[in-house]
């Protein structure tokens, strides 16, 4: 702390902690402010805040940018020295403020589309979470969801685990984020995910208790992505993001990611070998200039374009159809011709949405899975959607009658009407169509037949058993 300027009030502490230029805090400060974690941290344009539990020891932080300096404010409550001294270890990371960016941006100009963007977004940094197990839950929680439906999935965590303090520095109630021993023990029903998600937030809690999963300084940056690998449900994006947002692996690059892989679709030859060990901040180079565009189509595509791949399965191929950022068909090979309408499909065998949702169904016909976490997109009228989000609430191994799911949706005597929407699920397996029956308990019309229904029934039937 001695060689940073700093001055002692009766609410804590003030040090200015340095940075190389250019720094662009726009940037840094807009990817806190959309990943925020509710309740616990509270970002403006110009500030970044938040209670946290450092050993015994609950205190307040906030970062301030100095208009015109080459310097970050940081307040810090209370100004003791040693919490001090961590919570500056903390904000420099967060902030990237060791980073210097002349070394980075001579590696990066060794690729031509990275040396323009050095050139367009000069100064940024990547961006790091206050604390490397609250970053890597609030990950897994954000996978392949949308940015609002994050917060919300956080937000019930954090207020229904976490712990509701008095701020330090305001008396105001504010919270801390649950432990790992508190998730590790917790069922989680109040995080309306699915159990999947919720068992990998258990398992991946267990382990970082045990000792599995280590965020230690000295970690190796490949040994910790393969121990995030060995929890179950998390695969190579989730390793690479964790790795950069909550490790600070410089060299992590999660190429899975649905933008970056568009990016290097569109840049086959960008040469991410030739920047290493500095990969991290091409990644955040290329969030920067394609987020927006990618995120929704292809460069030279509308947001309406389908893809598609084909996958075998025990009850027959399917055809598994996606937008830009959601599933939004899984069809049977030899179903009636139109049935779903759908839009002209280009071929993507290497479609994240695509992959991932062939992961799934695979687990999900090995008896390894029993809820589909997937964002979806089917296509169809408000009355259609309202009956396809009732097939959702259906039980894993149990069946309803279609009067039962009339009742559901608000009207007994919409059978008729059920029966029909229900026909038209574009989502056959994802939204479980086939757990519905006749009254007397016989296997009624299925899109994929009812030799493929009763399969479907019959695994699922097994699997409930196998995990009760």
């Given at each position: 702390m001695r060689d940073r300027s700093q001055t002692r009030g009766r609410d804590g502490i003030e040090v200015n902690l340095p940075f190389k230029s250019p720094y662009d805090w726009q940037s840094i400060i807009h990817f806190y402010k959309s990943h925020s974690i509710p309740a616990v941290e509270r970002v403006a344009d110009d500030s970044f805040a938040r209670a946290f539990r450092l050993g015994n020891t609950i205190g307040f932080v906030q970062v301030l940018a100095v208009a015109g300096k080459r310097r970050l404010k940081v307040r810090i409550v209370p100004g003791d020295a040693k919490v001090c001294l961590e919570v500056v270890r903390r904000i420099k990371k967060?902030?990237?403020?060791?980073?210097?960016?002349r070394v980075i941006g001579k590696t990066l100009r060794r690729v031509p589309l990275l040396a323009t963007l050095c050139r367009r977004f000069p100064g940024l940094r990547v961006a790091r979470g206050w604390d490397a197990f609250e970053t890597a839950i609030c990950s897994i929680l954000g996978q392949l969801v949308s940015a609002g439906y994050r917060a919300t999935l956080i937000g019930q965590l954090v207020t229904n685990y976490g712990e509701e303090i008095?701020?330090?520095?305001?008396?105001?109630?504010?919270?801390?984020?649950?432990a790992a021993e508190v998730l590790a023990g917790s069922d989680l029903s109040a995080v309306k995910t699915t159990s999947a998600r919720r068992e990998a937030i258990r398992e991946f809690s267990r382990r970082v208790l045990s000792g599995a999963i280590s965020f230690s300084d000295g970690q190796d940056p490949a040994a910790l992505r393969r121990a995030i690998l060995e929890t179950n449900g998390l695969g190579p994006w989730s390793a690479e993001y964790i790795s950069l947002r909550a490790?600070?692996?410089?060299?992590?690059?999660?190429?899975?990611?649905?933008?970056?892989?568009?990016?290097?679709?569109?840049?086959?030859?960008?040469?991410?070998?030739r920047i290493k060990p500095w990969r991290s901040y091409a990644a955040t180079y290329l969030w920067k200039e394609f987020a927006q565009t990618l995120s929704r189509s292809k460069k030279g595509e509308t947001n309406m374009t389908l893809f598609y791949k084909e996958t075998e399965s025990p009850v027959g191929k399917l055809k598994l159809v996606a937008s830009s950022n959601a599933l939004v068909a899984v069809l049977w090979e030899h179903e009636r011709t139109n049935r779903v309408k759908l839009a002209e499909m280009k071929f993507n065998p290497g479609h994240p949405v695509l992959i991932e949702a062939e992961r799934q169904l695979m687990e999900y016909f090995s008896g390894a899975r029993t809820e589909f976490a997937l964002p979806l997109e089917p296509r169809g009228s408000e009355f259609q959607k309202k009956v396809w989000q009732a097939l959702r609430a259906i039980p894993f191994g149990k069946t309803r009658s279609y009067l039962d799911l009339a009742k559901t949706v608000g009207s007994s005597r919409a059978v008729r009407a059920v029966g029909a929407a229900n026909g038209k699920n574009p989502l056959s397996i994802i939204v479980p169509c086939h757990r519905v029956i006749?009254?007397?308990?016989?296997l009624t019309g299925f899109a994929g037949g009812l030799e493929v229904k009763a399969k479907l029934l019959a695994l699922e039937a097994t699997s409930a058993s196998a995990h009760d």
């Open positions: 967060m902030f990237d403020l060791d980073c210097d960016p008095a701020d330090p520095l305001t008396a105001g109630r504010t919270y801390l984020f649950p490790a600070g692996d410089t060299d992590a690059f999660p190429k899975t990611d649905l933008i970056l892989k568009r990016v290097l679709d569109l840049h086959p030859d960008l040469d991410l070998e006749g009254a007397n308990g016989s």
